[in-house]
């Protein structure tokens, strides 16, 4: 398929950035690694009449830490994510989780900042993000602007982004000492997108009773959500084989769970609480 026309033009800054699309009067569509929407603009899916690219600015890139946290810029792609030595040492399931997205060339273009944005309820990163209570940095013509990770994803493909902002960075935050954190993922076997991708992480107290977990999920539902119920089912309780099963049951009970020609709702539903059983079990047994 050949998309529709569109005018191309280069930003060198997250200011220029914004004004051209001010300029674009809804029209503009920013353009980083161009994984998920190039496609979409070849199927006719989308049909922008600017592309702004924003791939050569260079405060949007690297990983630093803040704190707790470490920021990871919006330009920084999912093979520098895995090999970088500052998620490595502070959230290895973060680089991880990288390392299984697309295939060499998506990992070594595709953007951090792109895959959050793009809200693709397959990804990987959006139920990783859940999972180690992100922040978002946008930029707008209001200024900058920080949202929390679980008011982000409204929709499939749907986010709070205004459409004349952009996503400076990302943050995650650095798990608790003690904690330990898994992503485990069913690939589709043509696409590698996640039939189901869970990320837990999770903790005991000296007693080994729970003390700490999050479980983010991608994949099943419309959007990545937080297994909240799954959470509260195992908090406070001794890890153990049967505890850990008996929430992991309702891994499914805080998502809008789809189904499609690869999985039925029943079978996403399945997938999630066998996906979020091994991954507790991994971590906390």
Known sequence: MIPSAFEY??????????????????????????????????????TPGKLVDISRIPELRGVRKEGNRLVVGALTTHSQLASDPLVR??????????????????????????????????????????????????????????????????????????ETSLVTSVSFAVPPEGTKSVYLKYPHPASGYAVVGVCAVAGTDPDGVVNYVRIGINGVADVAY?????????????????????????????????????ASEEY??????????????????
């Open 9 to 46: 033009v280069r930003a060198e800054s997250v200011e220029e950035a914004i004004r051209l699309l001010q300029e674009s009067s809804g029209e503009g569509k920013l353009l980083a690694g161009g994984h998920s929407l190039v496609p979409l603009m070849k199927f006719r899916l989308t």
């Open 268 to 285: 996403r539903r399945h997938l999630s609480a066998v996906y979020t059983e091994r991954a507790l079990s991994q971590i906390l047994l």
């Open 89 to 162: 040492e502070h959230i290895p399931v973060l680089a991880d989780a990288a390392r299984q997205i697309g295939d060499l060339q998506v990992r070594n273009r595709g953007t951090v900042g792109g895959n959050i944005a793009h809200a693709d309820p397959a990804a990987d990163l959006p139920g990783v993000a859940l999972a180690l209570d992100s922040l978002v940095e946008l930029h707008g013509e209001d200024g900058q602007e920080v949202v929390e990770i679980d008011g982000f994803f409204l929709g499939p493909l749907i986010t709070a982004l205004p």
């Open 226 to 262: 937080r297994a909240t119920a799954a959470e509260q089912a195992l908090l406070g309780q001794r890890a153990t084989a049967k505890s850990i099963r008996e929430a992991a049951a309702l891994a499914a009970e805080d998502g809008e769970i789809g189904s499609d020609l690869f």
